[in-house]
């Protein structure tokens, strides 16, 4: 499996109300552990470590189905652009120009909308 699927399927995962339920039951059970190990810095520790090393792998993950994501709406419009008769084709792919021109892009097409 690519990385692509993976990170689409752990995306699917742990977007789940399954997802949402196991982790506030491992919260839950961190809790109420809490006074069995005498609400010690290793008991704190455990659940700071947890939720780091997730929440650093989320963002990569995120990062890379919203990539994903952006990558197949940029597809989509461009074909749009290209099946339109009256639209400009120097739009397709224009996610790929600086920002000076695809500020100068929108102000035209803007002042276009207008008239």
Not at 26 to 44: E, R
């Amino acid at each position: 499996m690519e990385f692509g699927q993976a990170s689409r399927a752990v995306e699917r995962a742990a977007g789940s109300p399954w997802a949402f339920g196991a982790a506030m039951a491992i919260v839950l059970l961190w809790a109420v552990s809490g006074p069995l190990f005498g609400w010690s810095d290793t008991w704190q520790l455990v659940i700071n470590t947890g939720t780091t090393i997730v929440t650093f792998l989320m963002v990569f993950l995120i990062q890379a189905t919203q990539s994903q994501d952006t990558r197949a709406l940029h597809a989509k419009l461009d074909e749009l652009i290209r099946v339109i008769g009256p639209a400009r084709n120097e739009l397709i792919a224009s996610e790929e120009l600086d920002a000076e021109a695809l500020e100068s892009m929108r102000e035209q097409v803007r002042r276009e909308a207008q008239e």
